[in-house]
């Protein structure tokens, strides 16, 4: 009896990473619902909030979705609200998630004092107008004071390519922040916006690495939260 040879890939497998061996999983999970009031907040009670009694419900649950699906290590974002939701996962794995700085959130405003509003040091017509370039732009280069998006997208990109780098054909989860997840995956795509979506709390996003390709194969996954009426989803 004549062995029957594999199939070799298709041209789409090789451009999206589907049934090949050897492929690395990144599984970038968006932090749970900080508790955070920006309208009494100083610069400083906004950089590492921590999170709400949703955000707790919303890290258990998202904990509990990777309870049964193989994970071969966890990193997290030193900032506690994405700490806490990587903890919430790494619980069910009897593992500590690898807690890089690079991958905190971008740094809005990191040039004003931190035990001030912002309204202290920049005009309400300077933020009304950041805020409408935002809208329109969306880049972070419209905030003033503030870490740059080639500063950003530069520490972003070289510290998870550095992860996908150290772990070839493993599955790896990172808790980390909505900035950062869309700078990774805009890069992947040749995104030129900063925020070019909104992951939801908790929301799973999934990019494939093998050699030098990258593909990115679900963006913004939130059934875990499924309800009745929807309570647990939040931006």
């Known amino acids: 009896m004549t062995a029957t040879r594999p199939p070799s890939p298709t041209a789409l497998d090789l451009a999206f990473l589907t049934d090949l061996d050897g492929v690395t999983d990144l599984v970038l999970v968006r932090h749970g619902e900080q508790d ?12 590492d909030p921590p999170l709400s009694a949703r955000g707790r419900e919303q890290a258990r649950l998202v904990g509990e979705r990777f309870r049964e699906e193989p994970v071969d290590v966890i990193y997290a974002s030193p900032l506690a609200r994405a700490l806490d939701t990587g903890l919430a996962i790494a619980a069910h794995h009897g593992m500590d998630p690898i807690v890089l700085s690079d991958l905190r959130e971008v740094e809005i405003f990191r040039d004003l004092p931190r035990d001030q509003p912002v309204t202290d040091s920049v005009s309400r017509h300077a933020l009304l107008g950041a805020r409408s370039r935002m809208v329109r732009d969306r880049k972070w280069d419209v905030y003033p004071h503030s870490e740059s998006s080639a500063e950003f997208s530069q520490r972003v990109v070289n510290v998870l390519e550095g992860i996908v780098a150290s772990h070839p054909g493993q599955r790896v989860v990172v808790a980390c922040h909505g900035g950062v997840i869309n700078t990774y995956l805009g890069w992947i795509l040749g995104i030129g916006a900063d925020m070019w979506f909104r992951p939801a709390h908790t929301a799973v996003n999934f990019a494939r690495a093998l050699d030098l390709q990258r593909s990115v194969a679900a963006i913004g996954d939130v059934h875990h939260l499924s309800t009745s009426d929807g309570g647990l989803v939040s931006y």
Do not use: E, I, K, P
């Open 36 to 47: 955070y009031d920006r309208r009494s907040a100083t610069v400083g009670d906004s950089v």
